[in-house]
């Protein structure tokens, strides 16, 4: 599955950008700070958030069968527009959701303006949870976000974080059934381990090494 999307179709992805306003636009991302509204003992940018789904996918390919090389673009580039648009927390999404709907085509109008057609394609699976790709990065998303979120609570942050903290077991739970039918191996026994995995990464403390 690692090399079912070909060389053309990868280059095609980013194809409306030379290579130096391609640099200048994803720097931004370096810059924009994650959970804006919230009380944060650390800041997370966008661009460290993308590597850890980035991450999170590679290592997830050892349990699932998905297209590796799609799902990583799409792990990279998922927030790509909010160079563009900027980064606006999911409570406020949550509270407004015309301000959503319109979030979304503004993505869309990004990626199809500086990227590609195809890659807003990529991104309209990630957003109605369309595929194993797409699964796979959400599930990477949130493991990256539990990670964040644990951190913050161990240095005292104990406010918003533990909401966030305590909602995303039913959704890792959700999204590992819904993975359940792309195991590599047999369905129950891997989506049991790969739940068994995350749920040591809740209860384990975050070591100084």
């Known amino acids: 599955m690692l090399n079912k999307m070909d060389r053309s179709t990868i280059e095609k992805l980013l194809e409306k950008e030379d290579l130096t306003h391609f640099a200048k636009s994803v720097d931004r991302l370096r810059f924009i700070t994650r959970y804006a509204t919230a009380p944060r003992s650390s800041k997370e940018s966008v661009a460290e958030h993308s590597f850890f789904v980035a991450a999170y996918v590679l290592k997830l390919a050892q349990y699932y069968q998905f297209d590796v090389t799609e799902a990583l673009a799409l792990a990279l580039m998922h927030d790509y527009p909010e160079a563009y648009i900027s980064d606006v927390p999911h409570p406020i999404k949550v509270q407004n959701p015309e301000l959503a709907n319109a979030l979304e085509k503004a993505e869309e109008k990004v990626l199809k303006d500086h990227l590609s057609n195809e890659m807003a394609s990529i991104l309209n699976r990630f957003n109605?949870?369309?595929?194993?790709?797409?699964?796979?990065?959400?599930?990477?998303?949130?493991?990256?976000?539990?990670?964040?979120?644990?951190?913050?609570?161990?240095?005292?942050?104990?406010?918003?974080?533990?909401?966030?903290?305590?909602?995303?077991?039913?959704?890792?739970?959700?999204?590992?059934?819904?993975?359940?039918?792309?195991?590599?191996?047999?369905?129950?026994?891997?989506?049991?381990?790969?739940?068994?995995?995350?749920?040591?990464i809740f209860e384990s403390r975050i070591e100084n090494n």
């Not at 949870?129 to 539990?146: F, K, R, Y």
């Not at 191996?185 to 049991?192: K, N, P, R």
């Open 128 to 200: 109605n949870a369309d595929g194993p790709e797409a699964l796979v990065c959400i599930l990477a998303d949130v493991m990256s976000v539990v990670s964040y979120a644990k951190y913050e609570m161990e240095l005292g942050n104990s406010s918003y974080m533990r909401q966030v903290y305590e909602g995303a077991k039913p959704r890792f739970e959700s999204l590992i059934e819904s993975l359940a039918k792309y195991t590599l191996g047999d369905q129950a026994e891997t989506s049991f381990y790969v739940l068994k995995q995350i749920e040591d």
